[in-house]
């Protein structure tokens, strides 16, 4: 939940009963949130994950490959994320109106669940990033800065298995910079 601390005002030091009363009041909106931070993006990143490998599978075929499997596998921990913050969001709205304090100990459970598969923890999307970006400095694929830039990026997201936020905070904006550059290198190489 604090992950939406930004956009809304989670009341973190209330009693059980405000911070049910708050899940239920955006029950709706958080579900659609968790939909398009893991759902969405989890299905964007597959067809990304493909359409790189099929771009480095000639040059790089072992790290192509090697990067792939990462990628798919995160991409299944990504959008499993979403399916159980939706759905573990909905049973503890339920249980709390029947014994407020089983449902915070079903949120606490969920939530660690969540950030283990693929909100508070990268390793496996570093890795992806790492490995690509080690094939792209090695086959010239992509710009040299870009693929400097992922190896910090891979590097701090494999990094993220010490349980420090600034490091989930650092991965996370460097990946919407990191895809973001991605995506206008692979389309202006596209066009030319």
Not at 63 to 75: N, R, Y
Not at 112 to 125: F, Q, R
Not at 152 to 167: D, K, M, N, R, S
Request: proline fraction near 2%; charged fraction near 10%; include cysteine.
């Amino acid at each position: 939940m604090e992950r939406f601390g930004a956009f809304w005002d989670y009341p973190v030091s209330a009693d059980d009963t405000h911070k049910f009363i708050f899940l239920t009041n955006n029950q709706v909106i958080l579900s659609i949130v968790n939909l398009t931070m893991y759902v969405a993006f989890g299905l964007f990143l597959a067809v990304l994950v493909l359409a790189i490998h099929q771009r480095m599978k000639t040059k790089a075929p072992v790290l192509s490959q090697t990067a792939s499997v990462f990628g798919i596998i995160w991409v299944g921990l990504v959008i499993a994320s979403g399916m159980i913050a939706n759905v573990g969001l909905a049973a503890v709205i339920d249980l709390s109106a029947k014994n407020a304090e089983q449902a915070m100990t079903l949120w606490i459970v969920i939530n660690t669940i969540v950030e283990g598969l693929g909100g508070g923890n990268e390793v496996v999307g570093g890795l992806w990033v790492l490995l690509l970006s080690v094939a792209g400095l090695k086959i010239i694929e992509l710009p040299k800065l870009l693929n400097c830039f992922g190896l910090f990026i891979g590097t701090v997201g494999i990094l993220t298995i010490y349980p420090a936020e600034i490091l989930t905070e650092i991965f996370g904006l460097g990946q919407i910079l990191w895809f973001s550059w991605l995506g206008m290198a692979m389309l202006m190489s596209h066009q030319s």
